[in-house]
T-cell receptor
Framework: GESVGLHLPTLSVQEGDNSIINCAYS??????FIWYKQESGKGPQFIID?????DKRQGQRVTVLLNKTVKHLSLQIAATQPGDSAVYFC??????????FGEGTQLTVNP | NAGVTQTPKFQVLKTGQSMTLQCAQD?????MSWYRQDPGMGLRLIHY???????DQGEVPNGYNVSRSTTEDFPLRLLSAAPSQTSVYFC?????????????FGSGTQLSVL
């Protein structure tokens, strides 16, 4: 079946550094991917999305890269700030147009 | 805009009790859904609705009922709560029922069943 997973359950970075959060997916037919940020005690917040016909998409301080050859998705956060500390997880849309969510990576930004 | 509003934020139930988790959105979204979030398992879809009067089961529907009488509201009912339903519940909505993209989430309800 479909599965979405994250390579690293935790990531610790220094304030001002760039962060890279990775996500592997198994369904080669998935046509849409999305990243969410979830702060403690809050609901997931949309960050950025990308369709399978794209390799890269940029937002404000964030970039998502999609490598369909190895079924890998990454989220890059530039100049990471303390407010970026949260759990980040990806989701893929596969068969049946359902979103399948990964478990998440805890990003900690050290001042 | 309030977005997606969930109530209550916290709830403690005894086994066998019933309750309704409320969800309302003010974005005129067609698609609404309920997820549960458990440690190490990611978000799992319970039920969803592609429009008023239409509901369908998700990945983990057992023990839960839903209805969609209006575009704005999508309540989740637990008829007889069980400890296995202890979880954090999120309501989410999307502008398009076909696309299932850019889900907007509520702030969640933390439910404990004793």
């Amino acid at each position: 079946g479909e599965s979405v997973g994250l390579h690293l359950p935790t990531l610790s970075v220094q304030e001002g550094d760039n962060s890279i959060i990775n996500c592997a997916y198994s369904n080669s037919a998935s046509d849409y991917f999305i990243w969410y940020k979830q702060e403690s005690g809050k609901g997931p917040q949309f960050i950025i999305d990308i369709r399978s016909n794209m390799d890269k998409r940029q937002g404000q301080r964030v970039t998502v890269l999609l490598n369909k050859t190895v079924k890998h998705l990454s989220l890059q956060i530039a100049a990471t700030q303390p407010g970026d500390s949260a759990v980040y997880f990806c989701a893929e849309r596969g068969s049946g147009s359902r979103l399948t969510f990964g478990e998440g990576t805890q990003l900690t930004v050290n001042p | 805009n309030a977005g997606v509003t969930q109530t209550p934020k916290f709830q403690v139930l005894k086994t066998g009790q019933s309750m309704t988790l409320q969800c309302a959105q003010d974005m005129n979204h067609e698609y609404m859904s309920w997820y549960r979030q458990d440690p190490g398992m990611g978000l799992r879809l319970i039920h969803y609705s592609v429009g008023a009067g239409i509901t369908d089961q998700g990945e983990v529907p057992n023990g839960y009922n839903v209805s969609r009488s209006t575009t704005e509201d999508f309540p989740l009912r637990l008829l007889s709560a069980a400890p296995s339903q202890t979880s954090v519940y999120f309501c989410a909505s999307s502008y398009s029922s076909r696309a299932n993209e850019k889900l907007f989430f509520g702030s969640g309800t933390q439910l404990s069943v004793l």
